[in-house]
C-alpha cells in the first residue's frame, strides 16, 4: 500500500497523543494548574495535529462531518466518533483540573476508556481489510495500543511503565511481521483465484501504458532488502534503544533523567513512524495479483 | 446505509465470456464516453498526452497461461466492479456514500455524500473503484444503471453500454438471481465461475473460462504428416518458366 505521509504522521502523533490522555485520565493525582494545562496541551496537539493531517488526506474534504452517519458499520465512522467523544470529555475532565482544581475521576475514567477506543478503532479501520492479508490480523489492534501506551506512558512521566511498554510494543511489532510475512498465503488468494485460469498465470499485459489510482494506492512495492533493514531500525528505534535510557538503571540527577527521557521519546516517536511506514509500504493488496505483483507472496 | 440488503429481489451482473473477448477494449471506451457524458462527475483523464493515467470503471487485462498440457494461450481479462453481494466497499464506507440496492442488488455511491477516503477502494479485492483524481469522489461501475431502466432509449440500448458496443458478443448483461434467465443458463452450461472465492464477497457477475483450445499445432502433432501435405508442399523452390525469367531480369538490371 502506498505509505502516505499524512496517514503514518495521524497514526504516529494521535497515537501517542491518545495514550497521554489515557494515562492523565487514569491517575489518582492528576497534574492540576499551570501544570496540568501543558500535559493537557501537549495532548491535544499531539491527538489533533494527527486528525488534521489525516483530514487533509481527503479528497472531498466537504463531505468529512457525514462520516458520523454509519458508525453501525463502518470503523472509520467509529473512529471519527471515539476520537471527538474523547477529546470533549477529556476536556471538560481538564477544564476542571487546570481551572477548577478539581479532580472528578469518574469522568477521567471514561476519557481514557474513549481514548483507548479511537486507538482501537483507527487499528481496526485496517484490520477489518481481507484484501490486504498482512494487515487483517490480531497483532495490527495490538500493535497500534501497545505504540499508543508506550509512548502516553512516557509523556506522562512514566518512565518505568514505559520500559515495559516499549518492549511490549516491540515484541508485538515481531509478532506482526512474523504473522504477516505468512498472511498473503493464508488467505490463499493467488493469480490462479483472481483470474480463475489454469496453471502457469503470468501477466502477458497491463491494461494501460500509464499508471492509474489503483497501482498507485495499492500496488507500492518495496525492495526486500530494503524492508529488512529498515525493520531493524525501526525496532530498535522504536522499542530497544528508548526502553534502556529509560529503564538503565543510572543514579543521574533530575535534569539529565528528564534529559534521557526526552531523548528516549524523540527516539521513540522516529522508530515508530519507521514501523508505521513499512507497515504501509510493506502491506500487499491482493489487487497487485492482476497487476502481476506480489506472486512470491501468494501460496503455492 | 451502508448496512447490506438481507437479500435483494434481483441481482442484475454480467457474465463475460473469457473464451471470446478478443481484447478490443471496445468495452473500455464505451464505458467511459457513456460514464463521463450522463450520470455523475466526469471520468477525467490526467495528462492523457504524456503519462496518460486516468479514471476507467472498467479495464482489460491480458494474461499469458501455460496449460500443463498443450500450447500457451492469451487470455484477454476485463474487469469491472462485480456487484457482489457480501460487498465490503459498502460496509467499511463512514458517510453512507456507497449503498447496494434492495431492489436490483447494483452497488452505487452517491456522489454528495462520499468525502473521498478511498477507503471502500482498500477494501474491494477487484480494484473496481477509483478515486476521479479531478473530482476528488469515488467513481465505479453503476452496471449503467441511467440506461437499463432508462425508457427514452430504444428498447435494444437498455443494457449497459459495455454490454451494447462488444463486437465479440463476450459480455452477457442480465438477472443472476433468476435460474431460468439467459444469462443464469448460460452460467449453467458454461461453468461460470467466481473471481476470489475466498475473499468471500460473494461476486454476482461471473466469468467463463476458456474453453479448450484446438490442439492442432500442439508439439506433441508436430512431425506427424497430414494426409493434405503432399498438395500443400511448395511445386518449385525455384521459380521457373516465366517467374523465373522474370526473376532472373529483375536480378540483373
Ligand atoms: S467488485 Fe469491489 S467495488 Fe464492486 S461490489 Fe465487489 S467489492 Fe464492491
Ligand atoms: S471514498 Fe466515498 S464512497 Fe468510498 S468509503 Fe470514502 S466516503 Fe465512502
Ligand atoms: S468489447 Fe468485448 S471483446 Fe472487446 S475487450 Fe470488451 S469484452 Fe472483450
Same mark, same amino acid.
Given at each position: 500500500?502506498?505509505?502516505?505521509?499524512?496517514?503514518?504522521?495521524?497514526?504516529?502523533?494521535?497515537?501517542?497523543?491518545?495514550?497521554?490522555?489515557?494515562?492523565?485520565?487514569?491517575?489518582?493525582?492528576?497534574?492540576?494548574?499551570?501544570?496540568?494545562?501543558?500535559?493537557?496541551?501537549?495532548?491535544?496537539?499531539?491527538?489533533?495535529?494527527?486528525?488534521?493531517?489525516?483530514?487533509?488526506?481527503?479528497?472531498?474534504?466537504?463531505?468529512?462531518?457525514?462520516?458520523?452517519s454509519q458508525w453501525r458499520t463502518s470503523w472509520l465512522s467509529r473512529e471519527a466518533w471515539a476520537a471527538v467523544l474523547a477529546l470533549v470529555v477529556m476536556g471538560v475532565f481538564a477544564a476542571g483540573l487546570v481551572f477548577r #482544581?478539581?479532580?472528578?475521576?469518574?469522568?477521567?475514567?471514561?476519557?481514557?476508556?474513549?481514548?483507548?477506543?479511537?486507538?482501537?478503532?483507527?487499528?481496526?479501520?485496517?484490520?477489518?481489510?481481507?484484501?490486504?492479508?498482512?494487515?487483517?490480523?490480531?497483532?495490527?489492534?495490538?500493535?497500534?495500543?501497545?505504540?499508543?501506551?508506550?509512548?502516553?506512558?512516557?509523556?506522562?512521566?512514566?518512565?518505568?511503565?514505559?520500559?515495559?511498554?516499549?518492549?511490549?510494543?516491540?515484541?508485538?511489532?515481531?509478532?506482526?511481521?512474523?504473522?504477516? #510475512?505468512?498472511?498473503?498465503?493464508?488467505?490463499?488468494?493467488?493469480?490462479?483465484?483472481?483470474?480463475?485460469?489454469?496453471?502457469?498465470?503470468?501477466?502477458?499485459?497491463?491494461?494501460?501504458?500509464? #499508471?492509474?489510482?489503483?497501482?498507485?494506492?495499492?500496488?507500492?512495492?518495496?525492495?526486500?532488502?530494503?524492508?529488512?533493514?529498515?525493520?531493524?531500525?525501526?525496532?530498535?528505534?522504536?522499542?530497544?534503544?528508548?526502553?534502556?535510557?529509560?529503564?538503565?538503571?543510572?543514579?543521574?540527577?533530575?535534569?539529565?533523567?528528564?534529559?534521557?527521557?526526552?531523548?528516549?521519546?524523540?527516539?521513540?516517536?522516529?522508530?515508530?513512524?519507521?514501523?508505521?511506514?513499512?507497515?504501509?509500504?510493506?502491506?500487499?493488496?491482493?489487487?497487485?495479483?492482476?497487476?502481476?505483483?506480489?506472486?512470491?507472496?501468494?501460496?503455492? | 446505509?451502508? +448496512?447490506?440488503?438481507?437479500?435483494?429481489?434481483?441481482?442484475?451482473?454480467?457474465?463475460? =465470456?473469457?473464451?471470446?473477448?478478443?481484447?478490443?477494449?471496445?468495452?473500455?471506451?464505451?464505458?467511459?464516453?457513456?460514464?463521463?457524458?450522463?450520470?455523475? +462527475?466526469?471520468?477525467? =483523464?490526467?495528462?492523457?498526452?504524456?503519462?496518460?493515467?486516468?479514471?476507467?470503471?472498467?479495464?482489460?487485462?491480458?494474461?499469458?497461461?501455460?496449460?500443463?498440457?498443450?500450447?500457451?494461450?492469451? @487470455?484477454?481479462?476485463?474487469?469491472?466492479?462485480?456487484?457482489?453481494?457480501?460487498?465490503?466497499?459498502?460496509?467499511?464506507?463512514?458517510?453512507?456514500?456507497?449503498?447496494?440496492?434492495?431492489?436490483?442488488?447494483?452497488?452505487?455511491?452517491?456522489?454528495?455524500?462520499?468525502?473521498?477516503?478511498?477507503?471502500? +477502494?482498500?477494501?474491494?479485492?477487484?480494484?473496481?473503484?477509483?478515486?476521479?483524481?479531478?473530482?476528488?469522489?469515488?467513481?465505479?461501475?453503476?452496471?449503467?444503471?441511467?440506461? @437499463?431502466?432508462n425508457e427514452n432509449l430504444p428498447e435494444e440500448d437498455r443494457v449497459p453500454a459495455c454490454v451494447r458496443t462488444c463486437p465479440a458478443g463476450a459480455r452477457h448483461f442480465g438477472d443472476?438471481? %433468476?435460474?431460468?434467465?439467459?444469462?443464469?443458463?448460460?452460467?449453467?452450461?458454461?461453468?461460470?465461475? =467466481?473471481?476470489?472465492?475466498?475473499?468471500?464477497?460473494?461476486?454476482?457477475?461471473?466469468?467463463?473460462?476458456?474453453?479448450?483450445?484446438?490442439?492442432?499445432?500442439?508439439?506433441?502433432?508436430?512431425?506427424?504428416? %497430414?494426409?493434405?501435405?503432399?498438395?500443400?508442399?511448395?511445386? +518449385?523452390?525455384?521459380?521457373?518458366?516465366?517467374?523465373?525469367?522474370?526473376?532472373?531480369?529483375?536480378?540483373?538490371?
Amino acid at each position: 500500500m502506498h505509505p502516505a505521509p499524512s496517514v503514518i504522521i495521524f497514526s504516529t502523533l494521535s497515537g501517542a497523543g491518545f495514550g497521554l490522555l489515557f494515562f492523565l485520565g487514569l491517575d489518582p493525582d492528576p497534574p492540576r494548574g499551570w501544570v496540568g494545562f501543558t500535559f493537557f496541551a501537549i495532548a491535544y496537539a499531539l491527538a489533533c495535529g494527527g486528525l488534521f493531517s489525516a483530514f487533509f488526506h481527503l479528497k472531498n474534504k466537504k463531505n468529512a462531518w457525514k462520516s458520523y452517519s454509519q458508525w453501525r458499520t463502518s470503523w472509520l465512522s467509529r473512529e471519527a466518533w471515539a476520537a471527538v467523544l474523547a477529546l470533549v470529555v477529556m476536556g471538560v475532565f481538564a477544564a476542571g483540573l487546570v481551572f477548577r #482544581d478539581t479532580h472528578f475521576a469518574p469522568l477521567g475514567w471514561v476519557g481514557a476508556l474513549l481514548s483507548l477506543a479511537t486507538v482501537f478503532t483507527t487499528s481496526m479501520i485496517y484490520a477489518q481489510l481481507r484484501a490486504v492479508p498482512r494487515w487483517n490480523q490480531a497483532a495490527t489492534p495490538a500493535m497500534f495500543l501497545a505504540y499508543a501506551l508506550a509512548g502516553g506512558a512516557l509523556l506522562s512521566g512514566r518512565e518505568t511503565w514505559s520500559g515495559w511498554l516499549f518492549l511490549l510494543a516491540g515484541a508485538i511489532t515481531l509478532w506482526h511481521w512474523w504473522k504477516g #510475512d505468512r498472511r498473503f498465503a493464508e488467505v490463499g488468494t493467488t493469480i490462479r483465484s483472481a483470474t480463475r485460469l489454469n496453471s502457469g498465470v503470468t501477466l502477458f499485459e497491463a491494461p494501460h501504458t500509464g #499508471d492509474n489510482y489503483l497501482t498507485r494506492e495499492m500496488v507500492f512495492r518495496i525492495a526486500r532488502k530494503h524492508a529488512v533493514k529498515l525493520r531493524v531500525i525501526g525496532l530498535l528505534a522504536a522499542s530497544l534503544v528508548p526502553a534502556i535510557l529509560v529503564l538503565a538503571p543510572f543514579d543521574l540527577g533530575f535534569a539529565a533523567k528528564h534529559a534521557l527521557a526526552g531523548l528516549a521519546l524523540l527516539i521513540h516517536l522516529g522508530g515508530v513512524f519507521v514501523t508505521r511506514w513499512l507497515f504501509f509500504a510493506e502491506a500487499e493488496h491482493v489487487v497487485g495479483l492482476y497487476y502481476g505483483a506480489h506472486l512470491d507472496r501468494q501460496a503455492a | 446505509m451502508t +448496512a447490506l440488503p438481507a437479500s435483494t429481489n434481483k441481482k442484475l451482473g454480467l457474465v463475460i =465470456d473469457l473464451d471470446t473477448c478478443v481484447g478490443c477494449h471496445a468495452c473500455v471506451t464505451a464505458c467511459k464516453g457513456w460514464n463521463t457524458q450522463n450520470y455523475g +462527475a466526469p471520468l477525467s =483523464d490526467q495528462d492523457p498526452y504524456g503519462d496518460a493515467s486516468g479514471t476507467f470503471l472498467n479495464r482489460i487485462h491480458s494474461y499469458q497461461v501455460e496449460p500443463d498440457q498443450g500450447l500457451a494461450q492469451t @487470455i484477454h481479462f476485463p474487469k469491472s466492479c462485480l456487484h457482489c453481494d457480501d460487498a465490503p466497499c459498502v460496509t467499511v464506507c463512514p458517510t453512507g456514500a456507497s449503498y447496494k440496492r434492495e431492489e436490483d442488488g447494483i452497488v452505487l455511491v452517491n456522489e454528495d455524500a462520499c468525502m473521498g477516503c478511498g477507503l471502500c +477502494a482498500w477494501a474491494c479485492p477487484y480494484g473496481a473503484r477509483e478515486v476521479d483524481e479531478a473530482a476528488g469522489i469515488m467513481k465505479k461501475c453503476t452496471l449503467c444503471v441511467d440506461r @437499463i431502466y432508462n425508457e427514452n432509449l430504444p428498447e435494444e440500448d437498455r443494457v449497459p453500454a459495455c454490454v451494447r458496443t462488444c463486437p465479440a458478443g463476450a459480455r452477457h448483461f442480465g438477472d443472476l438471481a %433468476d435460474p431460468d434467465s439467459d444469462v443464469s443458463r448460460l452460467v449453467q452450461a458454461r461453468g461460470g465461475v =467466481d473471481l476470489m472465492p475466498e475473499q468471500e464477497t460473494k461476486p454476482v457477475n461471473k466469468y467463463l473460462p476458456p474453453r479448450e483450445k484446438d490442439t492442432l499445432q500442439a508439439p506433441e502433432m508436430s512431425g506427424e504428416e %497430414d494426409v493434405l501435405a503432399p498438395f500443400l508442399a511448395p511445386v +518449385a523452390e525455384e521459380p521457373k518458366g516465366f517467374l523465373g525469367w522474370l526473376d532472373r531480369t529483375l536480378e540483373k538490371l
